[in-house]
């Protein structure tokens, strides 16, 4: 029994941690009106620790999808 709640424990903590470190979605996902650009409501739901603003080169208030790859490449890091 104490070996059970162990390994539940143990699974419990791996879950937490995947989830924690999960990936960006991808830019369909996140662009979900489908306008063809994350807006900051959008790229906020994606949970990213990037600051948006970092991210958009353009300074137009959206990411396009070369703007919003750059998330994507450097969680492949």
Same mark, same amino acid.
């Given at each position: *029994?104490? /070996?059970? $709640? *162990?390994? &539940?424990?143990?699974?419990? #903590? &791996?879950?937490?941690? $995947?989830?924690?470190?999960a990936a !960006? !979605? $991808?830019?369909k996902? #996140? +662009?979900t009106n489908? +306008?063809g *650009?994350? +807006?900051?409501a ?5 949970? $990213? @620790?990037?600051?948006?603003?970092s991210?958009d080169? /353009?300074?137009?208030?959206? &990411?396009? @999808? ?11 890091e």
């Open positions: *029994m104490k /070996n059970t $709640s *162990m390994i &539940l424990a143990a699974a419990a #903590a &791996l879950l937490a941690t $995947s989830v924690a470190f !960006p !979605p $991808s830019f996902k #996140a +662009d489908g +306008d *650009m994350v +807006d900051a959008e790229f906020e739901a994606t949970k $990213s @620790k990037k600051k948006f603003a991210l080169k /353009n300074g137009d208030g959206t &990411l396009d @999808k070369k703007e919003y790859s750059v998330l994507l490449d450097e969680d492949c």
